[in-house]
Nanobody
Framework: QVQLVESGGGLVQPGGSLRLSCAAS????????MGWYRQAPGKQRELVGT???????NYADSVKGRFTISRDNAKKTMYLQMNSMKPEDTAVYYC???????????????WGQGTQVTVSS
């Protein structure tokens, strides 16, 4: 069974930093593109950024220059380093991954349960 678990969320002051992790586990043959998404109360879920298996990234304009996505393929873990955080960054952050499962053999997108990030003074 494939599973994604986010961690690292919490309360941070404006201008502060936070680092989120997304760990994949289970019967996995290969992990392709992974991504971070976020959803604020009353708003639609939006893309934060993505990273390919080779490390190429892209970001939403709202986080460019402040957020950095990275991954450790050996650990099957993706990270989101958030710097210079703003109140508008407050949201539940979700990770996703396109995974080729060892059992079943199909490539599909998996999602974590999310972790709360609150930026407030």
């Amino acid at each position: 069974q494939v599973q994604l678990v986010e961690s690292g969320g919490g309360l941070v002051q404006p201008g502060g930093s936070l680092r989120l992790s997304c760990a994949a586990s289970g019967s996995i043959f290969s992990i392709y593109t992974m991504g971070w998404y976020r959803q604020a109360p009353g708003k639609q879920r939006e893309l934060v950024g993505t990273i390919t298996s080779g490390g190429s990234t892209n970001y939403a304009d709202s986080v460019k220059g402040r957020f950095t996505i990275s991954r450790d393929n050996a650990k099957k873990t993706m990270y989101l380093q958030m710097n210079s955080m703003k109140p508008e960054d407050t949201a539940v952050y979700y990770c996703s991954a396109n995974i080729w499962a060892r059992v079943g053999g199909e490539i599909r997108e998996y999602w974590g349960q999310g972790t709360q990030v609150t930026v407030s003074s």
